[in-house]
């Protein structure tokens, strides 16, 4: 599965942002779907993550009850609504995609190219 992250951008402490990832070549409902980030010299940490149906969804603490994920299957995308944003949000988020479950407990097997989010202060 291809998958192609967009709606990254450069925004306010306190604003909100709300990423894509569109997915292509397989069925995209037999994938669960998770959202990672990556911070400027720190390692990759896992942020979300969506069962196939959305019926389950996890979120690292850090991002809870600020970032809601959820999934269209008819257009087959995920999202990431970010609300509250913080400067220590800033960072390469990236989609990932595997049948394998939960997200945050593996490395998936697909990835996307990454979009930037920046946060000032």
């Known amino acids: 599965v291809q998958l192609q992250a967009s709606g990254g951008g450069a925004v306010q402490a306190g604003d909100s942002l709300r990423l894509s990832c569109a997915a292509s070549?397989?069925?995209?409902?037999?994938?669960?779907m998770g959202w990672f980030r990556q911070a400027p010299g720190k390692e990759r940490e896992f942020v979300s993550c969506?069962?196939?149906?959305?019926?389950?969804?996890y979120y690292a603490d850090s991002v809870k009850g600020r970032f809601t994920v959820s999934r269209d299957n008819a257009k087959n995308t995920v999202y990431l609504q970010m609300n509250s944003l913080k400067p220590e949000d800033t960072a390469v988020y990236y989609c990932?995609?595997?049948?394998?479950?939960?997200?945050?407990?593996?490395?998936?097997?697909?990835w996307g190219q990454g979009t930037q989010v920046t946060v000032s202060s």
């Open positions: 990932a995609a595997d049948k394998r479950w939960p997200l945050g407990s593996i490395n998936p097997d697909y």
């Open positions: 070549g397989r069925t995209f409902s037999g994938y669960h």
């Open positions: 969506i069962i196939w149906n959305g019926r389950i969804t």
